[in-house]
């Protein structure tokens, strides 16, 4: 139903944002009320929130505002009701949704204070936690393969909401701090990315290995490119959408372990005014456990504590007062309470780690991609890279199944494109064969006509031959050939007009093959031939010989660093006397092995170890490398005839 909302407030917004008087606003407003009461029942209490999630009220909000066009001046009340201003209010703010008095009614309820004042049958305020029986459920869904069960025991074991869990939340581990970690990804917090410390009921590390385990599972991924896809950059509708769709596989397994309607003995006693436990239940005992455990000091104190655990607070350098006001929100989650103490458990079962070796090279890659990530260490690296290929290999599983599915489509159009060619070359060949059978028709009447004509032409001359006395004799040829011209455009009209003369006559061309070219074996030829080409192919040669003349050089020539040659472009581009636009590509195309070699010899790039520039060249008196390298690897003289090196 949300979403119907949603489409009905976009549709609002869109018919409405460039009105210009109130008449105009009116009937749209008493259109989007009637919709409201004919097909939602929302209470008073639910429909303020369900149209602030349709991004009712940040719409019409972001619009600019003009006095007696678009909006109206209204008086500003404080929490005691007393006018301190007035303020621009949109018309549709002023005439949908909630008004000032239902906006009153909602926002008096009674029920944290219900739920804080709450008496038990023993005399006791709030509701008593067993630490010791809380962290052994927890415990077991910690270590379950389950993805709905291990996403309830994080959220029992770090008190975060079920979307902070399942798509946002991160942990990092803190140092010294074993049953603390660092988290970011908290929800509600409109653009905000805080990051804070928290309290976690389980070791941190444990907990980091498990959700990582969790965000693995392949149903997961495919909710959160769902949800990605249904709602691209709004964050805060992807968060809802995923507590909607998983919401009640989440309840399902909390009231399992943690007490449903029909538990006589809840492990999680319900909470005033409900008759089974939730996510909110967990994230409340979870709260209340840790301050337990880990503050000590005055109720301020462990309000504060709780506060900021809860992300209702977030510390930092310069928390004012007004900050504490959400302390408020903190207390709707302090209704449980513990007379045990709270312990630490031990060691759980871990996944054994493993030594890999790795060239040098690849280790300054993955120190540089620790810092890229922020990674804590190179294991979450490798875990990054492995998840990440994970990731590839999924993708190319979808193309792969898409594929499977499209090819017997495919098929089945190809199929019949070919029976719709060959019905096509049938009504050709039969068209053509009209066709023929008409052209040789008139090639025949033709023919005829010609050997009329010569039969005229050879009477008129016997005619002129056997009279004695010149007679005058008209032979009217022009009305034959316009007869002969006559006969012809009819037969030809008659094939237009049958369609015959329509069908293409295929033309066949010979096309011209030009003999192949010489294939030509650079790497046989000497140096002073590979110098003097001007050929493409010569140049990559050039490069190669060059690239392995340094290699050569820097293995059995050179001393020490000081007459060591680091393979650049520069280097290259003099030695070879090639394009350095060639060189860079070839360096591109070679890349491994450059940075190889000169790592060997401690010259790679110190900033970026996977470019093979460098700067090791500097300061060495590369002209006169390049001679002894030139005449001990490059042929001396045959090479300086290409080169003109001196």
């Known amino acids: 139903m949300s979403k119907l909302v949603q489409e009905q407030v976009e549709q609002l917004f869109q018919a409405t944002k460039d009105l210009q008087s109130l008449e105009e606003f009116k009937p749209?407003?008493?259109?989007?009320?009637?919709?409201?009461?004919?097909?939602?029942?929302?209470?008073?209490?639910?429909?303020?929130?369900v149209l602030s999630r349709a991004g009712?009220?940040?719409?019409?909000?972001?619009?600019?505002?003009?006095?007696?066009?678009n909006a109206e001046s209204v008086p500003k009340h404080d929490a005691e009701g007393n006018v301190t201003g007035n303020q621009l209010k949109h018309y549709v703010l002023l005439f949908c949704g909630l008004n000032e008095q239902e906006w009153k009614e909602r926002n008096e309820t009674t029920r944290v204070s219900d739920r804080l004042t709450n008496v038990d049958e023993d005399g006791n305020t709030g509701i008593e936690i067993d630490p010791d029986t809380y962290l052994e459920v927890t415990e077991k869904l910690l270590a379950s393969d389950d993805p709905h069960e291990l996403a309830v025991g994080l959220i029992s074991a770090?008190?975060?909401?079920?979307?902070?869990?399942?798509?946002?939340?991160?942990?990092?581990?803190?140092?010294?701090?074993?049953?603390?970690?660092?988290?970011?990804?908290?929800?509600?917090?409109?653009?905000e990315k805080p990051i804070f410390k928290i309290s976690t009921l389980f070791g941190a590390?444990?907990?980091i290995e498990r959700l990582a385990y969790l965000r693995k599972d392949a149903n997961l991924k495919e909710l959160l490119k769902e949800v990605s896809s249904e709602f691209p950059g709004d964050v805060a509708a992807q968060n809802k959408a995923i507590e909607d769709k998983r919401g009640n596989s989440l309840r399902r397994v909390v009231q399992k372990y943690f007490g449903g309607k029909d538990s006589n003995e809840p492990v999680l006693n319900f909470r005033y005014g409900q008759d089974q436990n939730d996510c909110k239940a967990l994230r409340a005992a979870c709260a209340s456990l840790v301050t337990e455990r880990d503050c000590r000091g005055s109720l301020g104190a462990k309000m504060y504590f709780a506060g900021c655990f809860l992300g209702h607070i977030t510390p930092g350098e310069k928390l004012s007062d007004s900050d504490l006001e959400h302390v408020a929100t903190t207390l709707g989650y302090s209704d449980y309470y513990t007379t045990k103490p709270v312990g630490f458990p031990g060691d759980l079962p871990r996944e054994k780690l493993a030594n890999?070796?790795?060239?040098?090279?690849?280790?300054?890659?993955?120190r540089y991609l620790q810092e890229q990530l922020e990674a804590p260490n190179h294991q979450s690296v490798v875990s990054e890279l492995i998840k990440?290929?994970?990731?590839?290999?999924d993708t190319a599983t979808q193309l792969e199944t898409s594929h499977s599915q499209k090819v017997p489509e495919l098929s089945a159009q190809i199929k019949q494109l070919q029976e719709v060619n060959n019905k096509l070359e049938t009504s050709h060949s039969q068209k053509v064969a009209e066709l023929s059978a008409q052209i040789k028709e008139l090639q025949e009447i033709n023919n005829k006509l010609e050997e009329s004509h010569r039969q005229l032409q050879e009477e008129k001359k016997l005619m002129e031959s056997t009279i004695s006395q010149p007679q005058e004799v008209t032979l009217n040829v022009t009305e034959l050939e316009s007869w002969l011209e006559k006969k012809i455009v009819e037969v030809v009209k008659k094939l237009t007009q049958e369609g015959a003369l329509s069908v293409p006559v295929a033309v066949t061309t010979i096309a011209k093959v030009s003999p192949p070219k010489e294939e030509i074996d650079w790497q046989a030829k000497t140096d002073a031939e590979v110098w003097e080409s001007k050929t493409a192919l010569a140049a990559l040669e050039k490069i190669r010989r060059s690239y392995q003349a340094i290699c050569s050089y820097n293995d059995t020539v050179a001393t020490g660093d000081g007459d060591r040659l680091a393979i650049t472009n520069q280097a290259l581009r003099e030695l070879?006397?090639?394009?350095?636009?060639?060189?860079?590509d070839w360096i591109q195309q070679h890349k491994d092995e450059v940075i190889s070699h000169n790592s060997k010899f401690g010259m790679e790039n110190k900033k970026d170890p996977s470019n093979p520039a460098s700067y090791a060249n500097k300061g060495k008196d590369t002209d006169q490398i390049l001679l002894v390298i030139n005449e001990e690897f490059l042929s001396g003289d045959a090479f300086k005839a290409g080169r003109n090196l001196s």
């Open 388 to 393: 990440s290929y994970n990731n590839r290999l």
């Open 205 to 207: 590390s444990y907990i």
């Open 56 to 69: 009712f009220y940040k719409k019409f909000k972001s619009l600019p505002l003009e006095q007696g066009k």
């Open 28 to 49: 749209y407003c008493e259109q989007f009320n009637q919709w409201i009461k004919d097909n939602t029942n929302y209470s008073v209490e639910s429909l303020g929130t």
């Open 576 to 584: 070879s006397g090639c394009n350095g636009l060639l060189v860079r």
């Open 158 to 191: 770090t008190g975060r909401r079920p979307h902070e869990i399942l798509a946002r939340g991160q942990f990092t581990s803190v140092d010294g701090e074993s049953y603390q970690a660092m988290f970011q990804g908290q929800g509600k917090k409109r653009g």
């Open 356 to 366: 890999v070796r790795v060239n040098s090279s690849d280790l300054a890659a993955i």
